[in-house]
């Protein structure tokens, strides 16, 4: 992989890796019940890179209970181990550990409400805890309810196209437990993890009287459009607009308003899969000021790509290749505070897939 990272020299890293990635999942269906369980796990291990190395381990079971065709009840219990030392850019003021462990409950109501249609509504309960620091330990309880609806639109002698809507609510309340500190969490710069990462992108915490203990709670309004179409029988093309709004409901400093849009295209023939996202996203901070002598509200602007090319040689052994990148602006001077620094960073890999067979 070849990383560049705004906080050195813009100095570029390389060297080769090894990626070992296993998934299990064993089935028992009885009548209209179904149990589930499911294992993952992933490795990736750098020769020189050792920072860059990383674990991934998770395991769930998991129960569905089918009433009728148009109709059915799911529930998941998912654990999460995430070991790295990786870390993200220069944004910063406190590095603190990537690792984590995780636990997540869900349950999901299926139905059909009309033709064509899946409607789905998602109530989910998360615990994560942080590795712990010579210094302290964040973590955070959190639950959330999502709604999404996917429409079919049928073409006649082509692939149907597809509008998803979705809406969710979330809260997160972090705690930082035993000592006194500032904190600082950024932007996921792990690509495998990104989804997730909502996390405190920068948090001076406020310690109680007579508590060692810090505290917020934030809380996730969000609301998104998808569209997916087939341009030929083998380009897929999706494109979607997201407004989301954090709340930081104690501190009420941290809160902010978000616009994302973005577009991917999938392309696959014979033995050729290529897949392409762009993603664009305005942030504005609704309290939190730049250091600006005019006193504008902070604002970043963020670019996201993600591309990869596979070939198939054989049935087991397939050559890719991905690019990466991650690029963030503010509003703020260059010469400004050293928090919510811009930055870019970068992941390019080259490489061959070994897939075992089954049995």
């Known amino acids: 992989p070849l990383r560049t990272d705004t906080t050195s020299t813009h100095a570029i890293q390389s060297g080769l890796f090894q990626q070992l990635g296993f998934a299990s999942t064993v089935k028992q269906i009885i009548n209209t019940h179904q149990l589930s369980w499911t294992t993952k796990g992933k490795i990736d291990h750098f020769w020189q890179l050792t920072a860059a190395n990383l674990q991934r381990w998770e395991t769930g079971l998991g129960y569905q209970y089918q009433w009728d065709k148009r109709k059915s009840l799911r529930w998941q219990l998912k654990y999460l181990f995430y070991q790295t030392n990786r870390q993200d850019n220069g944004t910063a003021v406190i590095t603190i550990p990537t690792a984590y462990q995780k636990w997540n409950s869900r349950l999901a109501y299926q139905w059909q409400p009309f033709k064509y249609n899946r409607s789905i509504f998602k109530a989910a309960w998360t615990k994560r805890i942080y590795a712990a620091t010579a210094n302290d330990q964040l973590r955070y309880w959190g639950f959330e309810g999502n709604f999404q609806t996917t429409q079919r639109f049928k073409r006649k002698g082509k692939k149907s196209s597809y509008l998803k809507l979705a ?44 508590d060692s203990n810090t505290y917020r709670r934030w809380q996730y309004f969000s609301a998104s459009i998808d569209f997916v179409f087939y ?43 290529i897949n392409w996202k762009i993603n664009t996203s305005f942030r504005k901070f609704t309290d939190l000021f730049a250091d600006t002598e005019d006193d504008y ?4 602007l963020y670019l996201k790509n993600s591309f990869s090319v596979a070939y198939e040689i054989t049935e087991s052994w397939t050559i890719a290749a991905h690019l990466n990148f991650r690029k963030r602006w503010r509003n703020q001077p260059p010469a400004s505070r050293n928090n919510y620094l811009p930055y870019f960073t970068g992941l390019t890999s080259l490489g061959l897939q070994y897939r075992f067979k089954k049995g």
């Open 167 to 210: 809406l969710s609510f979330q809260q997160r309340d972090y705690t930082n437990s035993v000592f006194e500190t500032n904190w600082e969490v950024t932007d996921s710069g792990d690509w495998e993890a990104a989804e997730n990462e909502k996390i405190l992108e920068s948090a001076d915490w406020e310690d109680e009287e007579g």
């Open 231 to 273: 341009v030929t029988s083998t380009l897929k093309m999706t494109s979607g607009i997201a407004y989301e709004h954090r709340k930081d409901v104690w501190d009420k400093r941290f809160g902010y308003r978000q616009l994302a849009q973005f577009v991917a295209f999938k392309w696959t023939k014979q033995q050729w899969k």
């Open 297 to 300: 509200l902070l604002q970043h």
